[in-house]
């Protein structure tokens, strides 16, 4: 008797989570439509994009597009040049959170304490606010269309430090106290051994930096002009202008700059949720 | 309120948590379901309580099959182990939430929670949030929530645990004396046995999955139903020895590696018609003296042993001897007490003896 | 519990010898960031409040000295008043609905279903989206003739609009690509505070008698509380600072009904070359931008529970 009721039930319970799922799928193919559309839309033969109604599903894709998009726009340089800035930035902001986040938690100096919450009150001012004398700095030093113009300002993070600066205080301190024993110095500790315990927290920092210089919009904007220096973010936004002609070949171009991106964020889901979470759920 | 289960089995893929679980509480019953974990006991509650749900197997509460019905609908009430208070509401709220959530009215609310309140010394705490609260008072105040309701039953899910040793022994003295007042049905789990002992009238003895022996506290101790319970019940451990039956002029003995035991008649009795090759004899530490405290009748079962450890407690000693490669602890005197390290001989009290069939576990009769 | 050396504040130990040592052996760590703070973050405000004192002629030359006038000018301007009231509906039409679509979706993707990680990865997916790519994306959605959304609209028997183009609809539609860009952090961050949220507390509230509504107002929401903040918080900055969105796809317009403030500086700085104003609007915003958030944790105090 037992048995057969408890079967019942099973399938009671398969049956009603259909609405959720049901709700579930709706949901995500609402937030997915965006980026249906703009890959359908790259792969249409120009025609179709200016028919109405809308063509949804590409009968005959035109993967050709994408070809377009990587010879006749300047995508590949475009690419290289935020991949190089990215790159730059995500060392440089690991770098110097690191060796941040190294003195507040396992160094005892004068000030320390007023120091980190200048460390911190860096994330109060926000970007925006800085761009005109930053600019002004970079025109000064004749640095506009270089790369040092577009990575410079960014190599600092108070937000990077401050989350190796919480993971790092997990690690014992009788680590360091060994290490002084043993003769290690500052910087080989360092290097050696909390490098080494703290790989999660640094690929969190490495993935949310990528992300955000990948991303970025406002600075290479103003500090670009020659489109060889173009990152990718600027290149299709300027794209959607000149080449109005070729939308779907800059809706192609397009796809690829995101592309990338997504694979990071899937990919790394954890860190990033980490990352992304780190100030906000307190317990 | 009479609780039962009737067969309750329960998997968790292909873990199984409960294996045909068959138990009958009595209204008024304080039982407690005893047993190391991973042995069900939680499980079991839990199946009662309806946050899991049987494989198989009803349960019955007050005579109704509840087994189908939700949570809230089966009117019991549950403490758990980390108290699970609601931290933004205030210990009033807290008592008060499960009465609003049955619509009860407000004067009703308001009476019932003093009332619970005041059983557990908390009239000065009720506007306090539980974040500003000692362990021992948040669990009072978890105590509080399901007294308040009046259910049919409380279930306890090793409550004690989180509490430091003294506040332990003060919340089962505690416990005790609230069911004494409020007469109801309680479910306990826990882990130690000290607390099974001290507070059950009925323990369920448990073990990955089923249920090993269910008796009071005497029963459970002085005739464990198998090997398990008679090893896992007792502080210190009983110790086994297990030798080969012989039989000698019509008197049975058993010969172990260190020590010969010569059995009574009873004994005798009972070993011939169980009719084993071999046997596991038990005895308590207390039943294991210094052969010249055993006077006249004596024992029938002498040894020489090495002392390893002598533990003082202060009102007797736990002396723990080398006895055939392994350890065999006796509880004796505290006034001259032997030394580490010295070897004497000890002799066992042959009427407090369980016979074991190694086998099955199971004990003679 | 017993409290970490390294936490306690600095006392005044041994000599200023050993001070200047600890000094000297810390600095090579924290003088980059130090730095690059100075030069990119703090020169710049301190360069923004002094250039905001003077005013730019209109040839973009010299500067001249006006002191608190063109901070008062700033605050009483039309333009720039309305820009604020731009600014703040924007922020309104943005956080409110990201955060509650994030909690929807949140807790859809909170369920213990079989194949639920994969909609949680669609559901955070348009983290990944930068600014320009979801403009470009949005804008083509948005097309009044071509663009999908009108022509869904008009199958459901909805009204279309010209959605960038009309002053009244331009707004809200970026908006709504925004909302759409932040719903994949929103969720992010909300699905990590239902997460954390002991299921025991759940249980409890089941033994007590709540249904699936009273667990979620009673259990879910005030556990949920400092994430709400958080994300309503990071949201109202993210509003203020915006400018991708609103460069790309309306350049500030229909009739400047897009101008946010963070636009309105960028047009005053680099097409008008009218340095002073742009930099006291910049300091006005960053002033703003630190009352709101200071507001919202006072705010906060009443509706927030931490453990």
Redesign the interface.
Known sequence: MSRMKHVRRALVRAVL?LP??A??IA??AV??F??Y??TV?SLQPLQK??????D?WPDTPRWANYRSAMTDIPMPRYMLNSLIMASVITIGQV???A??A????????????P?FF??LS?M??????????????MQRLNWLDTYQGLT?????T?FG?FLLRQHF?TLP?ELKDAADIDGYG?LRFLLFVVIPLSRAALATLAVFSF?QA?????WP??VTNDPDMRT???G??AL?DEEVQR?NV??AG?VI??LP??V???AF?RF??RG??A????? | MSVRFDRVSKAFGDTVALSDFTLDVADGEFVVLLGPSGCGKTTALRIL???EEASAGDVYIDGRNVTDF???RRD???V?Q?Y??????SVYDNIA??LR??KTGRQQVDQSVRDAAGLLGLSELLKRKP?QLSGGQRQRVALA?AIVRRPKAFLMDEPLSNLDAKLRSQTRLELIRLHRQLQSTVLYVTHDQVEAMTMGQRIAVMERGLLQQVGSAADVYARPANLFVAEFIGSPAMSFFRGDVQETDGAMSVQTPAIRFTLSLEQSDTLRSAALKEVVIGARPEHIDLAESFGEEGASATFPAQIDVVESLGSEVHATLLLDGRSVVTRLPADDPPHAGETRRFAIAMAHLLLFDPASGRRLP | MTT????L??RRRGSVAR?LR??A??S???L???V??G???????A??VY?GFHATDPFGRREVWVGIEQYRDVLTSSDFRYSLLVTGQFALYTVVPSTVIGL??AL??H?R?PG?LL?R?????????????????????LNP????LN?LLDEGGLPTASWLTEPRWALPAVAMTTV?MN?G?AT??IL??LQ?I?E??Y?????????RR?QFL??TL??L???LL??SVVGV?FA??S??QI??LTRGGPLDSTTVI?YS??RE??LHYN?GL??AQ??V??VI??LL?MAQFVAAQRWV???
């Open positions: 989570s959720s799922y709700l579930l949901s995500a937030i997915l965006p980026l559309v703009t839309d994009l200016l028919s109405f109604p809308p949804l770098t110097t959170a060796l941040a190294y003195a507040f938690s396992f160094m005892r100096f004068p000030l320390r304490t120091l200048v460390f860096t109060m001012v926000p970007w925006e606010i800085s761009i005109i004398p930053n600019f002004q700095t410079l300002p960014f190599l600092a108070a430090t205080m301190r500052d992300l990948w991303n970025q919009y406002l904007l103003l990718v973010q600027i299709i936004a959607r939308t800059v809706l397009t700059a995101l991106m997504l990071l964020v899937i889901q990033l949720v992304l979470t100030g906000a759920v307190k317990g | 309580a309806g946050l939700p949570a809230h019991i009430a549950m758990f980390n699970a208070l609601y931290p933004h509401m939430f499960g959530m049955r974040g929530r | 970490d050396a390294r936490l504040p600095e001070s600890q000094l052996a810390a090579p760590f924290v980059p960031s130090v690059l703070f030069v990119f973050v703090f020169y710049p405000l360069r923004s250039l929807y979706l859809l993707a369920q279903l639920i909609f990865t669609i559901f955070s997916s348009t983290v990944a989206s930068s600014v320009a790519v979801s403009s470009v994306m949005w804008l083509l959605l003739g071509v663009g999908v022509y759409w719903i952090f992010i961050v990590a505070g954390n002991p025991e507390l249980e409890a509230a089941r033994v007590d008698g709540a249904g009273n009673h259990v005030p556990a509380s400092p994430t958080f994300v900055i203020f600072q400018f991708g460069h790309i963070v500086i960028y700085a680099f340095v742009a930099s910049a300091i915003l960053f931008v630190l958030t529970f931490y453990r």
